[in-house]
């Protein structure tokens, strides 16, 4: 079966560059989260969309947006990088109101 | 500010004996909890979940029972395998559709052979 599916996998940047994260949810899914796993810690929400729409906003930085694209495809845009925001970023999807949430492989990031 | 707390970060269980994960929660919100099992390098993949209407649901040889009045939940694997080696997150969310989830610390398991 399709799963979610993000890339890159792994991305190195500098501090102050920009990035951009993609994910692809599964197929007929229409709602996609973003979340942050810092090493050794929970993976943290930052935030999702519904039908192309902001559905709920978590602890993302000023410095970070996102967007649903018409075919639910997110991109997570991440500028004036830090050091801490090296993480491993996951993409989930969901169908509607459904609850279980379908996570993708995630993408790691470096900033040196 | 932890809602969602599994206060064991690691257990050790022999392979074809029970293994019990535990999960406790805060917020009395929360109305829908699910268990996540991570590999490295991978994302969290979805096991099982149960409702708060609920006290128990069971999928093959996992099992969450709920319990409401003392906000904790418990993940029962029977009988473990190897394969059930990875990371077991705790997660909750609360309210209806497009909720955001709450992860525990997670709890490494490892099954014995």
């Known amino acids: 079966a399709a799963g979610v599916i993000q890339s890159p996998r792994h991305l190195i940047k500098e501090k102050r560059e920009t990035a951009t994260l993609k994910c692809y949810p599964i197929?007929?899914?229409?709602?996609v989260y973003w979340y942050q796993q810092g090493p050794g810690q929970d993976p943290q929400f930052l935030i999702s969309f519904y039908e192309k729409m902001q559905s709920d906003k978590g602890s993302i930085p000023d410095r970070f947006s996102a967007q649903q694209f018409s075919d639910y495809h997110s991109e997570l845009n991440m500028s004036s990088l830090e050091l801490g925001d090296s993480a491993l970023y996951f993409c989930?999807?969901?169908?509607?109101?459904?609850?279980?949430?379908?996570f993708g492989p995630g993408t790691r990031l470096t900033v040196t | 500010d932890q809602q969602v707390k599994q206060n064991s970060p690691s257990l050790s269980v022999q392979e074809g004996r029970i293994s019990i994960l535990n999960c406790d929660y805060t917020?009395?919100?929360?109305?829908?909890f699910l268990w996540y099992k991570k590999y490295p390098a991978e994302g969290p993949t979805f096991l099982i979940s149960?409702?708060?209407?609920?006290d128990k649901n069971e999928d093959g040889r996992f099992t969450v029972f709920l319990n409401k009045s003392a906000k904790h939940l418990s993940l029962h694997i029977v009988p473990s395998q190897p394969g059930d080696s990875a990371v077991y997150f705790c997660a909750a969310s609360e309210g209806g559709g497009y909720q955001k989830v709450t992860f525990g610390t997670g709890t490494k398991l490892q099954v014995i052979p």
């Open positions: 149960i409702s708060s209407i609920k």
């Open positions: 989930a999807s969901s169908l509607g109101r459904g609850r279980e949430q379908y």
């Open positions: 197929p007929r899914h229409d709602t």
């Open positions: 917020n009395s919100m929360f109305d829908y």
